[in-house]
């Protein structure tokens, strides 16, 4: 089956401020983690800050384009995973006027994340300090909790803000009228800017296959220029890409499916299909964007996703 969009005609949008991608260099790599900078009337807002590890770095991406940290006023938060969102406690700390925009579901986490600090630990064991570095809370005044569907004023600048759970049940998409972008975070999958293949991007422990297909549709109802990516960039090819992120997403699920029906550990289950998902990207990638890719998405995370959602569904039966 084909998946695929009728997009919408509403003729062109205007571009009056910069919208500029950082890229926050993630453990030393290009083109792993993309923050981007909107520019309003009032300062700045970023979607995706990042983890603290990058802080650094960001401030130095904003300073390339003649800005600062301290004019940032608005964090816009995808969902509150450590890579999108690790550093809003840090910065809410050093610059008071900062507010952090968040779904009403991932607000406990930002206001107590030791159960996100406690799972990152489990996955990246002694790494976890130098990937992601410290997660500070974030006080509740300095959040604004958003729901279903809303429209922001933030600076002069529309920021419409819509419910796509499917890699999270508290990830958001904002779509900003006047660049025509929709900044989706993890919900459309990732792909290095510039290069035609799509990964899913599936770790537990909230994936859910229909929800990603409906929040594709609701991504498309924009009828956005452009997607921004926070793995990693600018898509302009937005029809295509949805779709085809959702057809991967349900190959995937297949082959989960046949492996958990075959037996085997799930080291091995999961490892086999690490290592073809990256034998197949590398027909089409570069070594060094090949090895991007599988840093912002790593396949047998997604695997793993994927298997408890598989797993459940049986158990549901």
């Not at 981007?36 to 390339?64: K, N, Q, W």
């Not at 009228?177 to 459309?188: E, N």
């Not at 949805?242 to 289950?269: F, P, Q, Y």
Request: one cysteine or more.
């Amino acid at each position: 089956m084909v998946y695929s969009f009728q997009r919408r005609n509403e003729g062109e949008r205007r571009v009056n401020r910069r919208t500029e991608l950082i890229d926050l260099m993630h453990d030393g790599h290009a083109g792993v983690i993309a923050s981007c900078m909107l520019e309003t009337d009032e300062g700045i807002a970023i979607v995706d800050p990042g983890p603290t590890s990058t802080i650094e770095r960001l401030s130095e991406g904003l300073e390339a384009f003649g800005a600062s940290l301290a004019e940032v006023r608005w964090l816009l938060l995808t969902h509150i995973h450590l890579d999108h969102a690790g550093a809003s406690g840090s910065l809410t700390e050093r610059f008071g006027e900062l507010e952090v925009i968040v779904h009403q579901n991932g607000a406990r986490h930002l206001l107590d994340p030791s159960r996100l600090m406690k799972s990152a630990k489990m996955v990246f064991g002694p790494d976890t300090d130098r990937l992601w570095g410290e997660c500070l809370p974030v006080d509740e005044p300095r959040l604004r909790v958003v729901n279903e569907d809303e429209v922001l004023s933030l600076g002069g600048r529309d920021i419409t803000v819509t419910y796509t759970p499917g890699h999270a049940k508290h990830h958001v998409t904002y779509f900003d009228s006047h660049s025509g972008t929709a900044f989706v975070g993890d919900t459309a999958g990732s792909r290095v800017q510039g290069t035609p293949t799509v990964l899913p991007a599936t770790p537990p422990p909230d994936i859910d296959i229909t929800l990603l297909e409906d929040s594709a549709r609701r991504i498309n109802q924009f009828d956005p220029d452009h997607l921004f990516v926070t793995h990693f960039g600018w898509v302009n090819d937005v029809e295509s890409h949805l779709g085809g992120h959702i057809e991967r997403v349900r190959e995937w699920t297949k082959r989960v499916e046949a492996d958990l029906a075959r037996g085997g550990t799930d080291e091995m289950l999961s490892a086999e299909f690490a290592r073809d998902v990256g034998a197949e990207i590398r027909n089409n990638l570069s070594e060094s964007d090949a090895k991007a890719l599988e840093r912002g998405a790593p396949p047998k995370m997604s695997w793993y996703g994927l298997a408890r959602y598989c797993r459940k569904l049986q158990q549901d039966a």
